[in-house]
Nanobody, 128 residues
Framework: QVQLVESGGGLVQAGDSQRLSCAAS????????TGWFQQAPGKEREVVSGIRSYDARTYYADSVEGRFTISRDNAKNTVYLLMNSLKTEDTAVYSCAETNHVLTTYLAVSRSQAYNYWGQGTQVTVSS
């Protein structure tokens, strides 16, 4: 059973940067895909970014392309989401998720149903 724990959320000002971490434990497979999702109040959960384990292929939503960077540290079993030039509309609960499948398209990465394991989420609030 994979367990995911997010950290790094908090209150920041518009234009600031923040890095979220997703630490995994209990993983038994070396091939997996990790996604970061955001859910703003009153809105559906949406994918922000994803990364594949074996080749570090990355995927980004249009809304964050060029501002957010996803990366991984295999030695630490951790996936990071570096968020630059934050906007007030980035305010949301951010959750990481993982699947044992290697997802090969953005559409697949964006589907929350594709993921087996979820973290508890971390709140990011961007003030103006």
């Amino acid at each position: 059973q994979v367990q995911l724990v997010e950290s790094g959320g908090g209150l920041v000002q518009a234009g600031d940067s923040q890095r979220l971490s997703c630490a995994a434990s209990g993983r038994t497979s070396s091939t997996y895909t990790t996604g970061w999702f955001q859910q703003a109040p009153g809105k559906e959960r949406e994918v922000v970014s994803g990364i594949r384990s074996y080749d570090a292929r990355t995927y980004y939503a249009d809304s964050v392309e060029g501002r957010f960077t996803i990366s991984r540290d295999n030695a630490k079993n951790t996936v990071y989401l570096l968020m630059n030039s934050l906007k007030t509309e980035d305010t949301a609960v951010y959750s990481c998720a993982e699947t044992n499948h290697v997802l090969t398209t953005y559409l697949a990465v964006s589907r929350s149903q594709a993921y087996n394991y979820w973290g508890q989420g971390t709140q990011v609030t961007v003030s103006s």
